[in-house]
């Protein structure tokens, strides 16, 4: 067996092309703060925040990025969470929706130093490769409507052969939900956060995991392989960010 088939051999299921397939839900969140916040941001997310949802029903796992070049003195320090579940049901489930109404003092206090929040509920509707890493590249864009399919299979394409170079460990897509994002608006934790968000839903999210003591690709090559240029005239609002892993932590089998 050649190490490309190996390779193939250990893959875990994925669903490029064609209709969507679904492999849980998936909630993403991209939060920046200033130096002066930080490290109450950073101890609350760690150590209250993701306790807490994980210990809802149907969250498996929370994991949680920052950029990999952070400047705190000279700008806010953005933050990347993506949290997996069950299904997307479970974002927008009584116990989860509960947790959102009743936010801690910690919450309370955290919440509005938010700066350009980003939340997108969503399917995790693709997933290729094998293991974890601790370095990330993500982009984020619109699909046009009707291209989905189109946008979807060459985005497959161009990552699976990534997975068989090595360039990349796993690859994976999740595809947003306007309605079960929005569900959590009314919410007390999201009122309290009305002045720092940006517009629900953001879109899809392609997160390539990288593979190498450095990366193997980077810049404009590394933005051809997440947003391949036979789907440029179907997207719009892309942008392409590298983070690096901070924390994570998987749901008590209990």
Not at 140 to 168: K, N, Q, Y
């Amino acid at each position: 067996m050649t190490a490309a088939s190996a390779v193939g051999a250990e893959t875990e299921a994925s669903a490029w092309g064609g209709e969507a397939a679904s492999f849980g839900g998936a909630l993403v969140n991209l939060i920046s703060v200033t130096a002066a916040h930080l490290e109450d941001f950073e101890d609350w997310y760690s150590f209250e925040h993701f306790p807490e949802r994980l210990a809802i029903p149907g969250f498996r796992r929370a994991r949680r990025y920052v950029e990999v070049a952070p400047e705190p003195g000279a700008r806010p320090v953005q933050f990347l969470s993506i949290y997996e579940t069950d299904d997307v049901a479970t974002l927008t489930s009584d116990a989860y929706l509960a947790a959102l109404d009743a936010p801690t003092d910690w919450t309370r206090r955290v919440a509005p130093t938010f700066i350009g929040n980003e939340r997108s509920v969503g399917r995790l509707n693709a997933l290729e490769g094998v293991g974890r890493s601790a370095r990330v590249a993500v982009a984020r864009l619109l699909p046009g409507t009707g291209s989905e399919d189109l946008v979807r299979e060459a985005i497959g394409s161009a990552l699976h052969a990534a997975l068989r170079s090595r360039t990349l460990v796993r690859a994976s897509l999740i595809e947003d939900d306007r309605a079960a994002t929005a569900a959590k608006d009314a919410t007390q934790e999201g009122k309290s956060m009305a002045g720092s968000s940006a517009p629900a839903g953001s879109g899809w999210f392609v997160v390539a995991e990288l593979h190498g003591v450095t990366s193997r690709v980077e810049g404009a090559e590394l933005e051809a392989l997440l947003v391949p240029a036979s789907m440029h005239d179907h997207v719009s609002e892309v942008r392409v960010s590298e983070y690096r892993l901070i924390v994570d932590r998987t749901a008590d089998p209990s």
